[in-house]
């Protein structure tokens, strides 16, 4: 009847923070799977360059197969719009392929905690790049976070120098991405423009992984000589196709989630939330793949975290002041 048709929209206008709260606990969900997926495969087949390619271009496939059958419609896209588009699709391909080096390299805990650092890049950009005063404050409440990735990393069992560089340079690149974002602001709804950006993030990934990997040594020739062949050796060719679908359909649609969360919610409380759920993953793995740590390094990955959630809360508060004062200001003229 008319009615039913009715209530499901009713429903989701009726109750916009349990839609949000879903949209959270998605993208959390999807990203653990993703995790401990990826890494179990690495743990068989460590090639992250390739296994980068294969996360793109699934989500990519997947994305073409949507369109096709109308779920949701393709936007429309003008050459202004994928010029502002192409800076974040490279600076997302170059963040994914150097979090899986990192990924392949270390445990995944000790990426994640690296990771943590992202809003301390953030908020470095944001005064030497945009020139915007951060105040010491601010600062201060980073030296936390800084400290307690140092002493995690110190003491970190599966610590080496690829990963724990490589995870610093996706450090970099998500921040370039958050900048270019702003500049791409558009109409355009979340999920479409995630797949845009998908697919220039796999034309351009394409070349520098055949490049680096072929002409650098890194794991183009290994791949060839016996990686294939050792990985289906391991676990049988119907499991490795499969895992690297899955691992594929979890990244794109953990992502697609992330990107669908961040048109809900203001920028700041999805940088809360991205850390948050960092929490999830290092748990979870340390759970799942029996990591041990060293007191100092579960100690320092915790410091780091209350750091990142205190360093939220003051900016938080620092823009609530700003939004009221230009508010009195805009009031009393
Ligand atoms: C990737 O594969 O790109 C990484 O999972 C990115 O990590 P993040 O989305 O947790 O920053």
Redesign the pocket.
């Known amino acids: 009847s008319g009615d039913e048709k009715v209530a499901p929209v009713g429903f989701f206008d009726k109750y916009p923070a349990l839609v949000t709260g879903f949209f959270f606990f998605m993208w959390y969900f999807l990203?653990v799977i993703?995790?401990i997926l990826?890494k179990k495969i690495y743990n068989y087949f460590p090639y992250p360059y390739f296994v980068?390619v294969i996360?793109l271009f699934v989500g990519v496939v997947y994305c073409l197969v949507s369109w096709a059958v109308g779920l949701p419609k393709r936007a429309p896209v003008d050459s202004n719009l994928l010029k502002l588009l192409i800076p974040v699709a490279v600076c997302h391909a170059l963040?994914?392929v150097t979090?899986?080096v990192s990924?392949a390299a270390v445990a995944v805990s000790f990426t994640?905690t690296i990771?943590a650092l992202?809003p301390f890049f953030n908020a470095a950009a944001s005064q030497f790049i945009l020139g915007q005063q951060i105040p010491l404050t601010l600062w201060l409440s980073l030296a936390p976070v800084v400290l307690g990735v140092s002493m995690a990393s110190l003491t970190e069992l599966s610590f080496n120098w690829t990963g724990f560089i490589s995870a610093m340079i996706?450090n970099i690149s998500?921040t370039y991405r958050s900048l270019y974002s702003k500049k791409a602001m558009t109409d355009m709804d979340s999920t479409n423009i995630y797949a845009y950006i998908s697919i220039i993030a796999l034309i351009v990934c394409i070349p520098p992984a055949i490049i680096v990997s072929m002409v650098a040594l890194i794991e183009g020739p290994q791949l060839l000589k016996h990686g294939f062949s050792d990985g289906i050796a391991k676990v049988g060719l119907t499991k490795f196709i499969s895992d690297l679908f899955w691992v594929g359909m979890f990244?794109h649609l953990?992502?697609q989630l992330?990107t669908n969360t961040l048109e809900r919610v203001a920028p700041l409380t999805h940088a809360v939330g991205?850390v948050l759920?960092?929490v999830f993953v290092i748990g979870f793995s340390i759970v799942i793949f029996g990591n041990k740590i060293s007191t100092q390094t579960g100690i320092g990955t915790a410091i780091a975290i209350a750091g990142v959630a205190t360093y939220s809360y003051i900016k938080a508060k620092m823009e609530e002041e700003k939004r009221v004062s230009s508010i009195l200001n805009y009031s009393t003229p």
């Open positions: 990203n993703f995790n990826n980068s996360h963040g994914h979090s899986n990924f994640h990771k992202e996706s998500f990244y953990y992502n992330a991205n759920k960092r």
